[in-house]
């Protein structure tokens, strides 16, 4: 068998031990974070950590933030597993250097499996991305993509990742425990979140997988979620039974899913409709009618790659400035099972232009969100929770600003006014420190709590 390393680029942390991860692990229970997590501010690359480690993937927040996922499919031999490890960093922290009329970078890729002080397997590849545009090099999605493919008997082992930029000091490492099952012939391989797959016939060679190591689909963006499923040899099962469960165990969908024959394999790639999962995540099980075992992975619907929400409930701390909290409270007070349907009615609500695909009222709004972000990253620990930010999120970009600093810079106190005509307000931030921190005064949040709730009400 021929093991494969493939690196991608996309076109269209911090070292430390944990608990073992693969399909079916988790850190915590979705939406749930223990006495860590209380301190962990929505939005941050901290919550992002977190988020992606609930789900059974390995990740962290180093200088170069990676996320990466670990499968397992049957080999030739019971006594092996053949082993995917797919890894995915954003374009923006590599080094890009122009060549030509595209753009450069290198980094180096190091992955170590040890049994004790036993080292297993050790790979590093120095890996080339070539982006044609300059706009390519700021992508925060999960751009490029390394994966390897491994042959391991089961059992426990430590794995060490590493990801180094060549053209900087940027790197990070991550080590974690992972358990190697033993796949029995009528077995099924884990459900793989994908880009694209194209199917093996035979346990002795390599379905031809882009992994999606995130296993993130973006609400609004994705229609359906390609699910690779992985069954070979004599008695591979020709249907399986697919199953989504989303928060609080709340059972969203149920459908049989019949395995085209292929060589000895009924391996296929079935595509999960996002419409039926929930905000958040998902967990979906694969299981063999008549047999005991299933086979799960955890998928997270996000309202955008830099929003993590983990839950139905945590996405009420997003829509905060969207809507009214009238509106808010009829989702809210929805039960788990009525949820889909409480939500469906929202959107059909809340939809600016209904004759389209998109939901543009939303698109917008976490648009503004992820500006804010940046925009205002100086104003507070979350820049789409600061004062300024608020204002921008819930009204969008002012008619126009007037900066006193600009017209008397003399002034002992310094002031932004935001002026909005449409509703007829003035906001008036002030910056007592000389260091760019803009904060409402008690009157100026009163004035800015009214232009939002007359806003949201012309929106109704």
């Known amino acids: 068998m021929v093991l494969a390393t493939t690196t991608v680029a996309m076109l269209a942390a911090c070292t430390g031990k944990r608990?073992?991860?693969g399909p079916g692990s988790a850190d915590t229970s979705p939406g749930t974070g223990g006495p860590a997590a209380a301190n962990v501010i929505p939005?941050?690359?901290a919550d992002m950590q977190r988020l992606y480690r609930s789900m059974g993937l390995i990740a962290g927040t180093g200088s170069i933030p990676f996320v990466s996922s670990v499968s397992f499919?049957?080999?030739p031999t019971p006594d092996s597993t053949l082993t995917l490890i797919a890894l995915s960093l954003p374009s923006r922290v590599l080094g890009f250097t122009r060549q030509g009329e595209r753009y450069a970078a290198s980094y180096v890729a190091r992955l170590e499996?040890?049994?004790g002080t036993v080292v297993v397997k050790r790979i590093e590849a120095t890996e080339q991305v070539l982006v044609p545009t300059f706009r390519e090099t700021a992508r925060t999605d999960e751009s490029i993509i390394w994966q390897q493919f491994l042959e391991l008997a089961p059992g426990r082992y430590s794995v060490v990742l590493s990801i180094k930029d060549e053209s900087s000091i940027r790197n990070a490492t991550e080590e974690v425990q992972l358990e190697v099952p033993r796949l029995s012939p009528d077995m099924l391989g884990s459900p793989l979140p994908v880009y694209e797959a194209i199917p093996r016939a035979t346990a002795d060679s390599l379905p031809r997988i882009l992994a999606r190591p995130r296993s993130t689909v973006v609400f609004g963006q994705d229609s359906v979620l390609p699910l690779y499923l992985d069954a070979v040899g004599s008695?591979?099962?020709?249907r399986v039974h697919v199953r989504i469960m989303g928060d609080g165990d709340v059972r969203l969908f149920d459908t049989d899913i019949e395995l085209p024959a292929r060589g000895d394999g009924h391996s296929t790639t079935y595509g999960v409709p996002v419409?039926?999962?929930g905000i958040g995540i998902n967990t979906l099980l694969v299981s063999v009618p008549g047999r005991a075992d299933t086979a799960r992975a955890r998928v997270l619907v996000s309202l955008g790659d830099d929003l993590p929400i983990a839950s139905f409930d945590e996405m009420f701390a997003y829509l905060r400035y969207f809507t009214t909290p009238d509106r808010l409270r009829t989702l809210r007070d929805a039960t788990p099972t009525q949820r889909p349907d409480a939500w469906a009615l929202f959107l059909k609500a809340t939809d600016p232009i209904p004759g389209t695909a998109e939901h543009e009222g939303l698109r917008d709004y976490f648009g503004r969100i992820r500006v804010s972000n940046v925009r205002f990253r100086d104003d507070g620990p979350v820049g789409w929770q600061s004062d300024r930010g608020t204002?921008?999120?819930a009204l969008g970009d002012p008619d126009n600003i007037v900066d006193t600093?600009?017209?008397?810079?003399?002034a002992r106190v310094r002031q932004q006014i935001w002026e909005y005509r449409e509703i007829r307000v003035q906001i008036v931030f002030v910056d007592q420190t000389g260091f760019g921190r803009w904060r409402l005064s008690p009157q100026g949040r009163a004035e800015l709590d009214n232009a939002i709730r007359r806003r949201m009400a012309s929106r109704q």
């Open 43 to 45: 939005g941050s690359p």
């Open 73 to 75: 499919l049957r080999s």
């Open 275 to 277: 419409a039926k999962m």
């Open 19 to 21: 608990p073992a991860v």
């Open 391 to 393: 204002a921008f999120v």
């Open 113 to 115: 499996v040890r049994q």
């Open 235 to 238: 008695a591979a099962p020709s």
């Open 405 to 410: 600093g600009m017209t008397d810079p003399n």
